[in-house]
T-cell receptor, first 113, second 116 residues
């Protein structure tokens, strides 16, 4: 199975700033996704990261707030822009390849002061 | 639109007791996949099982077993002889074959606390 590395593992940020989260996979994967898990809540899909083109966002999430890049088949970034306390969450990257189920990175715990 | 409901928000048991987690789903698709994931206190999400809609056979893996019943749109998960290490939040999820990239829709999760 693929090894998924997510950085940073946690961060504390000031409101109004932006943070970029990286997701690196040790092998090429077909699909990469970004999820948000608010405190005590379930996971909600933010967007599907498309290689070489704009990400596909779910309802309620916009590119200006959550810009995503996927320059190749092993790497993606999610930026949380102009952060507010409501953005305090765990952000998780997941990947899928061939006929495999989605596998998740360890997540980034983000706190906004 | 698809939906996954886990009615139990939290279950507390004593070690060695069995615990069953309920999962009910809604979908209009005839081809879909159901999943269970475990999220221990450390936060990572661990894949446990995937079933497709055409395979209603129950499955057992060690102390874990799953009961898929299409007639009631349920995919329940039982932990037999629970252990403290089973303490975690468990998520049921659904993926429709027609959904782009087979994206996952998660239930609200059930927190399991196993006391020694």
């Amino acid at each position: 199975s693929a090894v998924i590395s997510q950085k940073p593992s946690r961060d504390i940020c000031q409101r109004g700033t932006s943070l970029t989260i990286q997701c690196q996979v040790d092998s090429q994967v077909t699909m990469m996704f970004w999820y948000r898990q608010q405190p005590g809540q379930s996971l909600t899909l933010i967007a599907t990261a498309n290689q070489g083109s704009e990400a596909t966002y779910e309802s309620g999430f916009v590119i200006d707030k959550f810009p995503i890049s996927r320059p190749n088949l092993t790497f993606s970034t999610l930026t949380v822009s102009n952060m507010s306390p409501e953005d305090s969450s765990i952000y998780l990257c997941s990947v899928r390849w061939e006929n495999q189920p989605q596998h998740f990175g360890d997540g980034t715990r983000l706190s906004i002061l | 639109a698809q939906k996954v409901t886990q009615a139990q928000t939290e279950i507390s048991v004593v070690e060695k007791e069995d615990v069953t987690l309920d999962c009910v789903y809604e979908t209009r698709d005839t081809t879909y996949y159901l999943f269970w994931y475990k999220q221990p206190p450390s936060g990572e999400l661990v894949f446990l099982i995937r079933r497709n809609s055409f395979d209603e056979q129950n499955e057992i893996s060690g102390r874990y077993s799953w009961n898929f019943q299409k007639s009631t749109s349920s995919f329940n998960f039982t932990i037999t002889a629970s252990q403290v290490v089973d303490s975690a939040v468990y998520f049921c999820a659904l993926s429709e074959s027609k959904a782009a990239g087979n994206k996952l829709t998660f239930g609200g999760g059930t927190r399991v606390l196993v006391k020694p």
